[in-house]
């Protein structure tokens, strides 16, 4: 079956095959469409320097989850599940949030406990506070404070990738 293309000959949507190295299929997509850059700007007007840090230009191919866990080449897993397999089967651990260090994982968690966003720690700063490197949805890629991206930071959990697994 033909794929359908966009003006530019791009797909709407394609896949690519990602295993977590336990060998579980991690479900993405790839989409070619541009996001909304009103809702952008919107987000980098909200938090400004030197909070939060504008890394480049937006990307609809990947997600937070496709830059923490797949090399900025697709959008991975939205649901919990997935993530959390994705943790346990490459080797991470978690670690407490007064402990985190530069290279651990971070998720944002919503009210109820789900996995909103995802990113990783860059800089450890006073306080408790943090530096993170994500990408916000289909926007763009940030380095940010704890606290100063759209996310809710009231919830979240640390990971420290602590075993190598062999393929």
């Not at 293309?5 to 989409?31: A, K």
Request: some cysteine; charged content about 25%; proline content about 6%.
């Amino acid at each position: 079956m033909p794929r359908l293309l966009d003006s530019n000959g791009f797909p709407f949507e394609s896949h690519i095959t990602v295993h977590t190295r336990e060998g579980t299929s991690l479900e993405n997509v790839q989409s070619w469409v541009p996001s909304n850059p009103l809702r952008v700007k919107g987000l980098l007007d909200k938090f400004r320097p030197p909070a939060s840090t504008y890394l480049g230009s937006e990307s609809p191919v990947y997600n937070c989850h496709g830059l923490t866990f797949a090399s900025r080449r697709t959008a991975v897993g939205f649901k919990d599940q997935h993530l959390l397999t994705t943790l346990k089967d490459d080797g991470y651990t978690e670690v407490a949030e007064g402990k985190a260090q530069c290279g651990d994982v971070i998720f944002y968690l919503d009210g109820d406990g789900n996995i909103e966003h995802s990113g990783i720690v860059v800089q450890v700063l006073d306080f408790g506070d943090y530096r993170v490197w994500s990408k916000w949805g289909y926007g763009p890629e940030m380095d940010h404070r704890l606290a100063a991206c759209p996310y809710e930071a009231q919830y979240r959990k640390f990971y420290r990738l602590t075993k190598w697994t062999p393929l």
